[in-house]
């Protein structure tokens, strides 16, 4: 194995994953750790402080980004017009009810009338419609380019009303998809969101201080029930283990997201630690279809199938804080929940699979790149690395803050990295860059086969739920088989939580959800 200037907390994390065992203490989940709260506390005050360390600081203000250090902002400075429940039931959000046509090519969505911005203006249909206009145009949409992908056209019906067209019909879990993911701003604040927020969400901005922090004040004018605290105060943390201690350390955290898997056995008793959604993050294993030997289908398949280790990364990665996954798509409405575990891990069988075709893989130059950013992508890849050189491969690994640069200009061989909405209906997952339909860096970038794009098409169309199936296991024969980007393990966020918080609650996309949180003595 070549290493290119890998930075050594790589190679001390790995090491350090292996050395100290792999207990596996099960949080406890969501609705247990509410349960136990509101039974077991006496809420003596609807206000306070509420103190909540993270691991990054927000980008900006603007929460067309999906990008994980904006997922504080979405749901507390914001409203998405749909919300779900733990289930997946879509409720009202800042839509307060919706009408579909009988052909399910266009919803009418009414706007909650009380609603207002931070500013104090009201929030108007037109307002909403600017939000719809903005995310639909590829400047300045970011991650809701794609996802209003399938929208034709938005426009103001009546004052509180507010018509959606679809290019063609939809079905109904991929329009609320849309609608919840989402977030509406103050048209006039579309230009001053890199360092101001208007919403019209149960907090509203104080103050942020860069790299160090930021402060949420309650918004007493909230449409909905709640908050019930005064302010929020989010301190960065660099150091996640600073994170973990300033938890410990008793007063100075409440809430703290993105704890290492490697102390839910430490924190758990004393706090609450809880898993984010199932799906919500997937790890995933890239690889560009263009390059040899990765534009060998069946080279794709034995490493992807049986050179990953799965159950070992989850084990000795993760410390059994997740599941094995075979597509980003495992825990969503279709997957079979056996899925992650039907390709064993198994050199001989992948080494099979190239014999039979007479393909040789010694000595073969593999370059794989590393995202730093992430330890437990670099500690993957270390793992893939020592494994597929047992096949004979000679693989450098290409450490570096910047790699997904490259990934996204096509300039990459092989990537273990992360994804996302894999709880959503399938449809959601063509707007990601390693599946969508054009632009793809794995092809070029260019364009996926054509199946793909028509596997795309037939999601959209399948109204009925036997369409629906269909669609769907069309969907996952395929992209099994061409192997270019299946998973590895779903990626739980672990959150702890001080027994003093009650009421604590986060999206499908594990974004936290402050509107009903509460202090107890």
Known sequence: MKVLTMPKVGIVILLSLVLSGCSNPTPVSQEESQASQEESQEVDSLSGTLQVALISDVQSFDPFSRAA??????????????????????IPGLASAWEFAPDNA????????????????????????????????EETGAHMFAATGPIESVEVTDGTKVLVKFDNAIPTRAATDIFQQIAMIEPDYFDRLANE?????????????????????????????????????FTIYS???????????????????GVPAKDVGSLSGEYDVV?????????????????????????????????VDREGIVSAVLFGQSVP??????????????????????????????????????GVQVEMLVDTRFPDVTAIAEILTSDWEKLGLVVTLVPGDDVFDRYLAGDFMVLPSITATGNRYPLAGFGGSIT?????????????PQEWQDIAAELQLALSSADQDKAAQHLFDYF???????????????????????????????????QGVKLAD
């Not at 904006?70 to 997946?88: A, G």
Request: charge should be negative.
């Open 436 to 448: 969508r339909a054009v632009n793809n860096p794995a092809f070029g970038p260019g364009t996926p």
């Open 106 to 137: 266009s919803v009418t969505l009414t706007i909650q009338p009380n609603a207002k911005w931070h500013s104090g203006n009201p929030v108007t249909a037109e307002d909403i419609v600017a939000n719809f206009d903005r995310a639909m145009v």
């Open 325 to 362: 996954a075979l597509t980003y798509f495992d825990a969503g409405p279709f997957a079979d929940e056996n899925l992650g575990t039907s390709k064993e891990f198994s050199l001989d069988k992948a080494q099979a699979m190239l014999d039979a075709e007479g393909i040789d893989l010694t």
């Open 197 to 233: 927020a208007s919403g019209s969400g149960p907090f509203k901005l104080e103050s942020w201080s860069p790299g160090i922090g930021m402060t949420l004040v309650a918004n007493e004018d909230y449409w909905g029930e709640g908050p019930f605290l005064e302010s929020i105060e």
């Open 480 to 514: 099994i088989d061409e192997a270019w980007d299946l998973a590895i393990a779903d990626r739980s966020t672990v959150i702890a939580l001080s027994k003093s918080v009650v009421g604590f609650d986060f999206t499908i996309d594990t974004m936290p959800v402050f």
């Open 239 to 257: 150091d996640v283990d600073a994170m973990v201690a300033a938890l410990q350390g008793g007063g100075t955290v409440d809430i703290a997201m």
């Open 69 to 90: 250090p904006q997922w504080p902002i979405v749901q507390n400075i914001y409203d998405t017009l749909v919300r779900y429940t733990s289930d997946q039931v879509a």
């Open 275 to 307: 898993l984010g959604a199932p799906g919500s993050l997937v790890l995933d294993l890239r690889l560009n279809t263009i390059t040899p030997p990765f534009d060998n289908k069946t080279v794709r398949q034995a490493l992807s199938w049986h050179a």
